[in-house]
């Protein structure tokens, strides 16, 4: 796919067109799909804002904010085709006075806030067409909320502004829509929990008086919750995906920084021992409608709370990832079983889930046997005998990557840590899985392959580490990832770029970005998308600095050979003679057997190019892109 096609492949999907955003309320009540989004609106413009931090969740106007901190083959590609603040003490006694003092700050942000909301013309249509792109954009590819049971009344407000701000991302590219989900997340959780931080310390260090609010939000249970604190943490969760991928800095440092809370939350909450919903529970075909609709409520609520758990660790995953550092949970111990079929998920009447349901093998495993079934105690590349949905494999490599994570390139791993060769092999079975997962669909397909082959890439070398290194010899100043995990002394980029374990990298690079260009309109924006391309742009410069812009490729690819070294293999290391595939051949021995204008030929400075205009597209969707963008523009001046 030429450039250009490329970008066209990436626009963003545009909302619902209306004719006026600012006309009266009355004259658009009839237009809203959520007709609770007027209600939702009024509230955001309430002017009685001095107590409203000691209020229950989910009373209005809102909880406290926190001041602004800113100023198609569709698998793994067989063949390449040619292209050429510190804190002081606190007096004794002082508590009154703190209280006070958090409380003026809280009138003060939110006066700010809806102050903010006048400025960018935020109306009730506004708000009901984001919660709508929301809904129809972002929950497919990471299905977290049951829309057919979804009731606006019953959300916390947090937790719809979160939501509405990751919908607003879908209106376009300009630059107000991008101030409209910044005020919005204002108004909904994520620098809220900067406060709560200070809520948690200062109950501990002043007594209980501003101790409320940490209370109504810990303890929401929505009517078919099986535990308290669900919407808590989906509203963090949300929260966290808009401020990991976002423009402003302030708000990613933020996210990376509070990421561990989820999983605290839960297992104070209960969430990881709440019993799942029972099969014997389902209504029989006598049973009366009000039952059956209590009974898909209920199943829809457990789904729910599952499913934002394993979102949980996509999420971990990838922020590990994308700091270069290790994960925040032990993956790989996860209780959890998986979580239903993803057509009962998706049904839309309490009829067709029953249909579902009652066909559904209900007698899941947990991920922690999944992962056990991973690292058998000999080699194995046959697809795990389990059916795996693709929010279920997503949460299966995301174990994986954090045991990457948990070793450096020489291979030294943590105590009980499996070494890089056993993960490869994991790998290896992955991607059997996932290509006899015939129930797929093919864009699904495309993007849990697309993370698949970046941790691959990650097993040949940690591409963020790698990226920060680039940028320092080169004295360019970064901000996408933080951490400090570095490479080790004495790293020699253009000796690595000439090594085996950077062409099977390379391989995987242009895997990535092939997959990226096969996304359909409308699929193109999962939130793994913009680390994935940002990896494989960082493979493409360390070659094109190395001198070796110009890459001969193999004509076909056999995966398992791109990942896996002979040693994995138990073959002989010192044997070096070429065998049957040309995939091992490139990866060992550096070329192909093709003669001179044969072959598969790939300038890789021309595709940090295409790259760059891929960046552009995803900045209208994820803030980060920007950021790469600009990394990447210097990249390329320095091959020049």
């Known amino acids: 796919m030429t450039p250009s096609a490329s970008a066209q492949t990436l626009e963003v999907p545009q909302a619902p067109q209306h004719s006026d955003l600012n006309h009266t309320a009355s004259d658009l009540d009839f237009d809203l799909i959520w007709p609770d989004s007027e209600n939702l609106f009024q509230s955001i413009m309430s002017s009685d804002t001095t107590d409203q931090w000691q209020m229950p969740l989910g009373t209005l106007p809102f909880p406290p904010l926190v001041q602004d901190v800113s100023g198609l083959s569709f698998g793994s590609p067989s063949s390449f085709d040619n292209r050429s603040s510190s804190i002081g003490t606190i007096p004794s006694g002082g508590s009154h006075q703190a209280v006070r003092d958090v409380t003026e700050m809280v009138t003060s942000s939110s006066s700010s806030v809806t102050a903010a909301v006048k400025a960018t013309s935020i109306t009730s249509v506004f708000l009901d067409a984001c919660l709508h792109m929301f809904f129809v954009r972002f929950i497919p590819t990471f299905p977290i909320l049951h829309r057919a049971t979804f009731v606006f009344r019953e959300c916390t407000h947090p937790l719809l502004l979160n939501a509405i701000a990751i919908g607003s991302l ?24 900067a406060f709560t931080g200070r809520d948690l310390m200062a109950a501990g260090t002043y007594g209980s008086g501003n101790f409320s609010m940490w209370q109504s939000l810990i303890t929401h249970c929505g009517p078919y ?46 969430m990881f021992d709440s019993e799942s919903y029972s099969q014997e529970n389902l209504p029989s075909p006598t049973a009366t409608e009000p039952e059956k609709e209590h009974q898909w409520r209920t199943w829809a609520a457990r789904e729910i709370q599952q499913r934002a758990l394993l979102a949980y660790h996509i999420l971990d995953g990838l922020m590990a990832q994308m700091s270069g550092d290790g994960a925040s949970a032990r993956h790989v111990a996860n209780p959890l079983h998986l979580p239903s079929s993803d057509a009962a998920f998706d049904a839309s009447t309490v009829d067709e ?86 129930h797929l669909a093919a864009p699904e397909r495309l993007e849990i392959l697309l993370r698949w082959h970046t941790i691959c890439l990650d097993t040949m070398i940690n591409s963020t580490v790698l990226s920060r290194h680039v940028c320092l010899c080169h004295s360019i100043t970064q901000n996408v990832s933080g951490g400090t995990r570095s490479t080790k002394a004495g790293f020699d980029m253009i ?59 193999p004509q076909s690819i056999v995966w398992q050979d791109a990942l896996l070294y002979r040693s994995d293999l138990n073959l002989d290391s010192d044997d070096i ?39 552009r597209c995803l900045c209208s969707q994820w803030g980060i892109a920007h950021d790469m963008e600009e990394i990447i523009d210097q990249w390329i001046s320095l091959c020049h």
């Open 170 to 193: 879908y209106l376009g590219p300009k630059d107000s829509v991008a101030k409209v989900g910044f005020t919005l997340l204002k108004l909904g959780f994520l620098l809220t929990l």
């Open 225 to 270: 919750d099986a535990c308290k604190g669900v919407q808590l943490l989906i509203t963090a969760l949300l929260g966290q995906i808009y401020g990991a991928l976002s423009k402003n800095r302030s708000i990613r440092t933020t996210s990376q920084v509070f990421r561990p809370l989820g999983f605290l939350w839960a297992r104070h909450c209960g």
């Open 353 to 438: 889930w029953l249909v579902h349901m009652r066909s559904w093998k209900h007698d899941q495993p947990s991920f922690r046997l999944v992962f056990r079934s991973l690292f058998p105690p000999t080699s194995s590349f046959r697809p795990l005998e389990y059916h795996f949905s693709a929010f279920s494999l997503r949460v299966v490599l995301e174990g994986i990557q954090s045991l990457v994570a948990e070793s450096d390139e020489s291979d030294l791993t943590s105590v009980g840590v499996p070494d890089r060769s056993d993960v490869r092999r994991a790998l290896a079975q992955v991607h059997e899985t996932i290509s006899m997962s015939i």
């Open 495 to 553: 000796r690595w770029a000439n090594s085996e374990d950077a062409r099977r990298a390379l391989l995987h690079a242009i895997a990535i970005q092939d997959i990226i260009e096969q996304l359909p309109r409308g699929r193109a924006h999962v939130i793994h998308m913009p680390s994935s391309l940002f990896a494989a742009a960082t493979i493409y410069v360390v070659f094109s600095l190395a001198g070796l812009a110009t890459v001969h490729l």
């Open 577 to 615: 003679r070429p065998s049957r595939s040309e995939t091992r051949r490139f990866v060992e021995l550096g070329r192909t057997d093709f003669p001179p204008g044969g072959g598969a030929v790939r300038n890789l400075l021309y595709e940090l190019n295409s790259m760059q205009k891929l960046f």
